[in-house]
C-alpha cells in the first residue's frame, strides 16, 4: 500500500503542498470561483459557451490594455518614456493576441449562430464600455456613445472623465511641444472631448523626428511604438468585421446597426493620424 492509500495520512504527490484548509490556492488567488461562474449560456445550443468565454477573455484582455495605458499615459506625461515603451509593446501584443483570437470563434457557422442570435436580445460588444475607454483613451472620442451607459452609472462615469483627459496620443503631442518643436496652440489647448483632429503643425513637428533620428531617438521610438500599437488595432477591427460576415453575413447586428457596412465604416478610423501621413513624405 502507498502512502496516498494509507488511511489518516495527509496524500502525498513529488512535495506539493496538498492541504489548503488554511492557506490561499491557486483558485482563491485567482478568484476562479467567480470567473468559472460567470458563464450562464441562454440557449440550449452547445457552442453559445464559446460565443460566451471569447467575449470574457477579451474583456479581460482589455481591461490589462487599459491598466496599461493609464500607466502609459502618466509616464509620457512625466517625460518618462522607457516603462512607456514597455508597456506600449505589451498592449500591441495583447492586441495582436486578440486578432489572432478571431481564428477560434471563426469554427462558429451561421446556423450555429443563428441558434444563438435570438437569446442575444439586443446585447451587442457595440455596448463594451471598456472597448469605449480604449477607443476614447487612444484618441478616438465620441460623445454620443456615452447614452449607450446611462444604465450604469459606474461605467459611465468613467467614459465621461475618460472623454474630458487627453488621449495618450494628446500627451505624446504636448511632450512633442515640451521638447520644442513648434505645435499650434490651439492643438495644445483644445476641447479634449472630440476625436483627434490631423494637424499640421503635429506632423511638421514628427517630420523633423524622423528627418533625424539620432537627435530624436526616443520620440521617434514611442511614434513607432504607437505606429505598431495602430496597425495591430486595425487588424484587430478587421478580423472582427471579416469574422461577422463569414457569420453573420449582411444581416443586421444585435445591437441595431446596419451590421457588416458599420463595420466596415470603422475601418476608416486613425487614431495618430499624423504618424501615418507623414510617411508618404520620407
Ligand atoms: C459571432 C460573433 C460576433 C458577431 C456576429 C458580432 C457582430 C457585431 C456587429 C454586427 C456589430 C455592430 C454593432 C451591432 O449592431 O451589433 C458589432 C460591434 C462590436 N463588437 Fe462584435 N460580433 C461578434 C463578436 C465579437 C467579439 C468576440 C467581440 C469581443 C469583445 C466583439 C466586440 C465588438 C465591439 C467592441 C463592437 C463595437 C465596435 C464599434 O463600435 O466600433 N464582437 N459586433
Given at each position: ?48 459557451l464559446?460565443f460566451?468565454?471569447?467575449h ?9 490594455m ?32 486578440l ?23 439586443a446585447s451587442?460588444?457595440f455596448?463594451?464600455?471598456q ?14 456613445l ?14 465621461a472623465?475618460e ?15 515640451r521638447?520644442?518643436f513648434a ?43 504607437l ?37 466596415r465604416k ?11 501621413a ?5
Open positions: 500500500m502507498n502512502k496516498e492509500q494509507n488511511e489518516g495520512q495527509p496524500a502525498e504527490w513529488h512535495g506539493a503542498r496538498m492541504d489548503f484548509r488554511e492557506a490561499m490556492s491557486y483558485g482563491d488567488y485567482l478568484g476562479l470561483d467567480q470567473i468559472l461562474n460567470a458563464q450562464h449560456p441562454r440557449s440550449p445550443n452547445h457552442n453559445e464559446l460566451i468565454i471569447q470574457q477573455t477579451s474583456e479581460l484582455w482589455i481591461k490589462l487599459l491598466h496599461e495605458l493609464q500607466a502609459v499615459r502618466r509616464h509620457i506625461r512625466e517625460g518618462n518614456l522607457p516603462p512607456a515603451f514597455k508597456m506600449l509593446a505589451r498592449v500591441a501584443r495583447i492586441m495582436d493576441q486578432v489572432h483570437a478571431w481564428d477560434v470563434l471563426a469554427t462558429m457557422t451561421p446556423p450555429e449562430y443563428t441558434a444563438i442570435r435570438p437569446y442575444l436580445g451587442s460588444g455596448q463594451s464600455f472597448y469605449r475607454e480604449l477607443e476614447f483613451i487612444l484618441g478616438n472620442k465620441n460623445p454620443a456615452l447614452a449607450v451607459h446611462e444604465k450604469a452609472p459606474d461605467a459611465h462615469a468613467i467614459l472623465r472623454l474630458a483627459l487627453p488621449s495618450i496620443y494628446d500627451e505624446a503631442v504636448m511632450l512633442l511641444a521638447s520644442g505645435i499650434d496652440p490651439a492643438r495644445l489647448d483644445a476641447d479634449w472631448t472630440g476625436p483627434t483632429r490631423a494637424d499640421d503643425s503635429v506632423k511638421a513637428a514628427w517630420l523633423q523626428v524622423y528627418g533625424d533620428t539620432s537627435r530624436h531617438w526616443a520620440l521617434y521610438e514611442l511614434a513607432e511604438k505606429v505598431d500599437l495602430e496597425t495591430a488595432f486595425r487588424f484587430w477591427r478587421f478580423r472582427h468585421v471579416s469574422t461577422v460576415e463569414r457569420i453573420i453575413g449582411f444581416k443586421t447586428g444585435t445591437g441595431g446597426t446596419a451590421g457588416v457596412s458599420y463595420l470603422m475601418l476608416d478610423v486613425v487614431l495618430f493620424p499624423e504618424l501615418f507623414l510617411r508618404t513624405e520620407l
